[in-house]
């Protein structure tokens, strides 16, 4: 992060957003109760003077002293904050605007992040341990190594996220999407995929023992060099999906063919099958 400009420089639009930016970062972790408002106006002001000379407080200032409002009224904005390895433990960031922050490496167990917009986030090595992340939307977003232990990402959009070598032991990702998502060594063992899009996702040499993908559209998903995978019950799959060599067949035996070149799996061992897929 590039530091203010020293009083007296000519300081760019985009200094100038980087300043406030940073500014709101660090006024939310000093005053994470203050009204989200006014940490935005706040850091605005005081990054509109960055060619001054500081001879009073920011007027703005004083309105971080009045009650935090419900997100739902008053959206938190931390968009492009660097909040590198901050402690954000049990931290209420529901509803907000974290496009492009940085918390890598960031302390973030059991926080509140449902709704939150995480747009391409920098969340590597992360730990979001028992984390809220319900509908949040995480695409384009780094979680490379994050922990993710018990994180409920249930109806969050993963799209094109990278999560190689995440921890997601018993994650909660019912009806998540997450196409073209890098999960390649993740740990996703106990984890609930139940209804999750995984069309064309990288799961290389990811450990899925004991993961549920009951209804997961697996379509073009890479599965070949997975671990602990079973039969998926009544996901849906096509030509474009590598599975593992052990449940190939097992999965050809036992699925039909749903639309042309669809494929969705019955899981059991009797019914008619007349239709059962051919590829």
């Known amino acids: 992060m590039k530091p203010p400009a020293y009083p007296g420089d000519v300081v760019t639009d985009d200094e100038r957003e980087q300043h406030a930016a940073a500014l709101r970062g660090l006024l939310y972790l000093a005053c994470p109760d203050a009204p989200a408002t006014a940490i935005t106006a706040t850091a605005e002001a005081i990054a509109q003077r960055t060619e001054e000379t500081p001879s009073t407080p920011v007027p703005q200032a004083a309105q971080m002293n009045q009650p935090k409002q419900p997100f739902t009224v008053d959206p938190l904005n931390l968009r492009g904050a660097d909040l590198n390895s901050a402690d954000l433990n049990r931290a209420n960031l529901s509803g907000a605007d974290l496009r492009g922050v940085d918390l890598s490496g960031a302390s973030m167990t059991r926080a509140n992040l449902t709704d939150a917009d995480l747009r391409g986030a920098c969340l590597s090595g992360a730990d979001l341990s028992g984390a809220s992340m319900t509908r949040a939307n995480l695409s384009g977003a780094d979680l490379t190594d994050a922990t993710l232990t018990s994180a409920s990402l249930i109806g969050a959009d993963l799209t094109d996220a990278a999560l190689t070598d995440a921890a997601l032991t018993r994650a909660m ?13 993740a740990n996703l063992s106990g984890a609930n995929l139940t209804r999750a899009n995984l069309r064309g ?3 290389s040499g990811a450990n899925l023992s004991g993961a549920r993908l009951t209804r997961a559209n697996l379509r073009g998903a890479q599965l070949k060099t997975v671990t602990g995978v079973r039969l998926p ?3 849906t799959w096509d030509a474009n999906t590598h599975w593992p060599a052990y449940l190939a067949s097992l999965v050809v035996e036992e699925s039909d063919e749903e ?8 899981g059991d061992q009797s019914g008619d099958r007349s239709g059962t897929a051919r590829v």
């Open 173 to 185: 990702l019912i009806g998540a999407t997450l196409p073209e998502a890098n999960l390649s060594g």
């Open 201 to 203: 996702a990288h799961l």
């Open 233 to 235: 019950v009544g996901a």
């Open 259 to 266: 639309a042309p070149g669809v494929y969705r799996v019955r």
